[in-house]
């Protein structure tokens, strides 16, 4: 990637399908692509995710299925016509649900299949809660190796994780980081985050973020000015 802005996909969480069509139309040309979570498809499905396809966007689904690996194997499926770039699967759902998703997948480049580790809006105390073993960065590491020998196509984690990642797994595993908050924008609720210089630098091959871009006056002003972070880092 030579251009830095190809490396953000701008979170849209909104159900309101014009304000999305809005934010992708002002954005276009100024990050990647666009993450769509639970928010925009419970309220409009695929066909939102095809109209804002339609209009040239690179559509990462981050759905992050979770079930019996037949189920998601099933979903999986589902979403290959949506054509989009990336899709999520939880790497705590086990092994054999992340094999059974990158086999539904097959032999097609696209949908990457990526697994998602702990969410970056856990910490330590919140891990011991749900009794997962941690540390956080233990645990990380542990589910992404499990995900990446599975067959995924890379792993989401926080931008904390991202240089013991890069060390175990290699150049080949695609690193996707949430939790990523420019200097000039809050924390919100997010506990382990990081600039976009920094996570890059770290080794971080795509950011993902939201409200520090779509809740600025001027999206894509903001979308440039993270780029221009990126290109400093």
Known sequence: MTDPADRIFCAIDTADLGEAVRLAAALRG?????????????????????????????????????????????????????????????????????????????????PLILAVTVLTSLGESDLDAVGQQGPVATQVLRL??????????????????????????????????????????????????MTPGEAVAAGADYLVIGRPITRDRDPAAAAARIAAEIADG
């Open 30 to 110: 100024r990050v990647g692509g666009i993450k769509l979570g639970k928010e925009f498809f419970t309220a409009h499905g695929p066909q939102g995710v095809t109209r804002l396809a339609a209009d040239g966007a690179r559509i990462f689904l981050d759905l992050k299925f979770h079930d019996i690996p037949n189920t998601v194997a099933g979903a999986v499926r589902a979403a290959l016509p949506l054509a989009c770039a990336m899709l999520t699967v939880h790497a705590s759902g086990g092994a054999a649900m992340v094999r059974a998703a990158a086999e539904a997948r097959g032999r097609a480049r696209a």
């Open 144 to 193: 992404a190796r499990l995900a990446r020998a599975a067959g995924a196509d890379g792993i989401v984690a926080s931008p904390h994780e991202v240089a013991s990642l890069r060390a175990a797994l290699g150049r080949e595993a695609i690193l996707v980081v949430p939790g990523v908050r420019p200097s000039w924008a809050g924390a919100d609720d997010q506990k382990r985050v």
